[in-house]
């Protein structure tokens, strides 16, 4: 599986991004994704996560009500629609794939392809 990440950018605070994360191959839809983030001079962490039929979603606390996490089984695409935007949302945003398909997973090391990331800045 091949992942591209796109949809980064500069926005204010307060402002809405959306990224998208086109996988290649057919067994897109079997698979949990999850998105990812590292600021500078700070380890990845966790972000949200959807396993392979999009119907039960995960996030880490600090995102819980502002970014939503949801994927295009069809078109082969996760999405994570970012609102109200914070300075501290500043990264480089990566999306990940999950062979489990299930399951809360939400270290690195439990999931298999990776993204190329993309940078979201947020200026105050």
């Known amino acids: 599986v091949q992942l591209q990440a796109s949809g980064g950018g500069l926005v204010q605070t307060g402002g809405s991004l959306r990224l998208s994360c086109a996988a290649s191959?057919?067994?897109?839809?079997?698979?949990?994704m999850g998105w990812f983030r590292q600021a500078p001079g700070k380890e990845r962490e966790f972000v949200a996560r959807s396993t392979w039929g999009g119907g039960i979603t995960y996030y880490t606390d600090s995102v819980k009500g502002r970014f939503t996490i949801s994927r295009d089984n069809a078109k082969n695409t996760v999405y994570l629609q970012m609102n109200s935007l914070k300075p501290e949302d500043t990264a480089v945003y990566y999306c990940?794939?999950?062979?489990?398909?299930?399951?809360?997973?939400?270290?690195?090391?439990?999931?298999?392809?990776w993204g190329q990331g993309t940078l979201v800045t947020v200026s105050s």
């Open positions: 990940a794939a999950d062979r489990t398909g299930w399951g809360t997973a939400t270290t690195e090391y439990e999931y298999d392809y």
């Open positions: 191959g057919r067994t897109f839809s079997n698979y949990a």
